[in-house]
């Protein structure tokens, strides 16, 4: 898999670094990542559809489909707030590609990082649009999450899936770890 700094352009989405401004964006909007990346300048009337989440163990496996033929290198990325990765991805057919990631050892054998996260298409090097989800079907979303309780039971790692809170309502997955102190053993009574 390859590293944040492999790919320059897909590690850190262009407007996700509150240092560039935009002037058509209020301050407010560019502290949010979600709205800084609108995509509609370069790539106008493209969107990008999660048309399918299936589990398959620790694996989850998205198929996201383009409302057009896109030409050109396709990647994508996860990010949240302050960061980004790039995940693998493969291309099914012109319009429909389809990403893998291992939730438990994503990177580094380390597990999918707390955290809500969007997925961005890049289209050669430049920010494409967010993923979205036919909101006739939104109630389904939240039937795909999975939980995986380890450490005796005092762990749990939970993925959901649901919509952001903003009027686009892009897809978030959201995944973090949950722990509860180790019981005190049981004192003797006298």
């Not at 996700?16 to 964006?25: G, H, K, R, V």
């Amino acid at each position: 898999m390859e590293t944040e700094g492999d790919r320059p352009s897909a590690s850190a989405p262009d407007g996700a670094d509150s240092a560039s401004a935009d002037p058509n964006i209020s301050q407010s909007e560019q502290n949010d990542p979600a709205v800084a990346l609108v995509p509609d300048v370069l790539f106008p009337g493209l969107s990008l559809t999660i048309t399918a989440i299936e589990w398959e163990r620790v694996w989850v496996s998205l198929t996201l489909e383009f409302s057009r033929p896109v030409s050109g290198d396709v990647d994508f990325v996860i990010y949240d707030t302050l960061r980004a990765f790039p995940v693998d991805a493969e291309q099914v057919d012109e319009r429909t590609h389809r990403i893998r990631i291992n939730v438990t050892n994503f990177r580094d054998r380390h597990q999918l990082p707390n955290g809500t996260w969007r997925f961005l298409a890049v289209i050669d090097g430049e920010r494409g649009p967010l993923a979205g989800y036919p909101l006739a079907r939104a109630g389904e979303l939240a039937a795909s999450g999975r939980s995986y309780l380890y450490n005796r039971n005092l762990s749990t790692y939970v993925i959901t899936f649901g919509l952001s809170q903003d009027d686009r309502a892009d897809v978030v997955m959201r995944s973090y770890q949950l722990n509860r102190p180790t019981p005190k053993p049981k004192s003797k009574g006298r």
